[in-house]
């Protein structure tokens, strides 16, 4: 049987990943920090990171304001944008969720087209603001690690409301990190800085570090429910998944809420989103039922399209890599 450890502890897996400066949320939790986060239309006038020279939807590059372990894992792709001089722009939203919601960020250095990417910003929202009522189930068996945390989290303090949502975004940091590190089809994790997590945007018409800022460039790529792929895609689609599927059961994890929905389907290939759940699958007594609804889900989803696969099949595949 695989080792299994509280998620949070995931980047260890990979060698370049500084799992003890991860573990650590920042102190700055406060309802300010993550109106900062959230630039532009909700930034303080008096926040200390702003500056007079950027435009409302701008702010300063957070790449070396963060952690050193709250960087993505190496070796980083070439289009990830380190420079103290680039600027992130706003360019508004592309999702809205229960328990956060997605913009598209542009981080480049200006007159330096090498020297530009597009993100997708992902702000998880404290839990006085956010509708996700299913949390009990998938964080069944984690850990909090700071005794400080644990006692606002239960208290249902405004510290502890912060740092719940600090918790989920964690979480998904670290379930990407594992995830693109052991090369499952998933979006590179650039940095996470408090309770918002800058990640690769995955587009419909080209992929990260080939894209030119144009309009066209900025959309993102259509959901795996909303494509009817021919027969050939169909069948590389279901070899990619399983293979993804295979990848988090093979370290003792399910995604846990895995669907059409939250699977991007860019050209040829997909990419796996929204992983704040991941889940034990020892250590969470759910984690073995959560892991054959997925399969349930996904492969009704693929008989839908044609092709003959098995839930039960695709379970024991899982449960066999797993143990």
């Given at each position: 049987?695989?080792?299994?450890?509280d998620?949070p502890?995931?980047?260890?897996?990979?060698?370049?990943?500084?799992?003890?400066?991860?573990?650590?949320?920042?102190?700055?939790?406060?309802?300010?920090?993550?109106?900062?986060?959230?630039?532009?239309?909700?930034?303080?006038?008096?926040?200390?990171?702003?500056?007079?020279?950027?435009?409302?939807?701008?702010?300063?590059?957070?790449?070396?304001?963060?952690?050193?372990?709250?960087?993505?894992?190496?070796?980083?792709?070439?289009?990830?944008?380190?420079?103290?001089?680039?600027?992130?722009?706003?360019?508004?939203?592309?999702?809205?969720?229960?328990?956060?919601?997605?913009?598209?960020?542009?981080r480049?250095?200006?007159?330096?087209?090498?020297?530009?990417?597009?993100?997708?910003?992902?702000?998880?929202?404290?839990?006085?603001?956010?509708?996700?009522?299913?949390?009990?189930?998938?964080?069944?068996?984690?850990?909090?690690?700071?005794?400080?945390?644990?006692?606002?989290?239960?208290?249902?303090?405004?510290?502890?409301?912060?740092?719940?949502?600090?918790?989920?975004?964690?979480?998904?940091?670290?379930?990407?990190?594992?995830?693109?590190?052991?090369?499952?089809?998933?979006?590179?994790?650039?940095?996470?800085?408090?309770?918002?997590?800058?990640?690769?945007?995955?587009?419909?018409?080209?992929?990260?570090?080939?894209?030119?800022?144009?309009?066209?460039?900025?959309?993102?790529?259509?959901?795996?429910?909303?494509v009817?792929?021919?027969?050939?895609?169909?069948?590389?689609?279901?070899?990619?998944?399983?293979?993804?599927?295979?990848?988090?059961?093979?370290?003792?994890?399910?995604?846990?809420?895995?669907?059409?929905?939250?699977?991007?389907?860019?050209?040829?290939?997909?990419?796996i989103?929204?992983?704040?759940?991941?889940?034990?699958?020892?250590a969470?007594?759910?984690?073995?039922?959560?892991?054959?609804?997925?399969?349930?889900?996904?492969?009704?989803?693929?008989?839908?399209?044609?092709?003959?696969?098995?839930?039960?099949?695709?379970?024991?595949?899982?449960?066999?890599?797993?143990?």
């Amino acid at each position: 049987m695989h080792e299994h450890t509280d998620l949070p502890a995931l980047p260890r897996l990979t060698g370049a990943f500084d799992a003890e400066a991860f573990d650590a949320f920042h102190d700055d939790s406060s309802d300010d920090a993550y109106r900062r986060a959230s630039f532009p239309s909700s930034v303080p006038d008096d926040a200390p990171d702003l500056d007079p020279d950027l435009d409302p939807d701008q702010r300063w590059s957070t790449w070396s304001s963060v952690e050193k372990g709250m960087r993505g894992p190496e070796p980083r792709p070439e289009w990830v944008v380190t420079a103290d001089a680039a600027i992130d722009t706003d360019l508004g939203v592309l999702k809205t969720g229960k328990e956060a919601d997605v913009f598209l960020l542009e981080r480049a250095v200006p007159d330096e087209p090498s020297q530009f990417s597009l993100l997708a910003a992902k702000r998880y929202r404290s839990s006085e603001h956010r509708a996700f009522h299913r949390d009990s189930a998938y964080v069944e068996g984690r850990q909090v690690r700071r005794s400080r945390d644990r006692r606002a989290i239960e208290r249902k303090s405004s510290y502890g409301r912060e740092a719940a949502a600090a918790q989920w975004a964690n979480a998904e940091f670290a379930a990407l990190t594992m995830l693109w590190s052991a090369g499952a089809p998933v979006p590179y994790p650039v940095q996470i800085d408090g309770t918002e997590i800058l990640m690769e945007f995955v587009g419909e018409h080209a992929s990260t570090g080939q894209v030119d800022g144009s309009p066209a460039s900025r959309v993102a790529a259509p959901r795996l429910a909303r494509v009817r792929p021919d027969a050939g895609t169909l069948e590389a689609y279901w070899d990619q998944l399983r293979g993804a599927m295979g990848i988090l059961a093979a370290h003792g994890y399910a995604h846990g809420d895995l669907s059409p929905y939250n699977v991007l389907a860019q050209g040829e290939r997909i990419v796996i989103i929204d992983l704040p759940q991941v889940l034990d699958l020892v250590a969470n007594p759910h984690g073995t039922d959560l892991l054959m609804r997925d399969c349930r889900t996904m492969c009704a989803w693929f008989r839908s399209r044609g092709l003959d696969v098995d839930e039960g099949e695709l379970f024991a595949e899982l449960i066999a890599r797993a143990w």
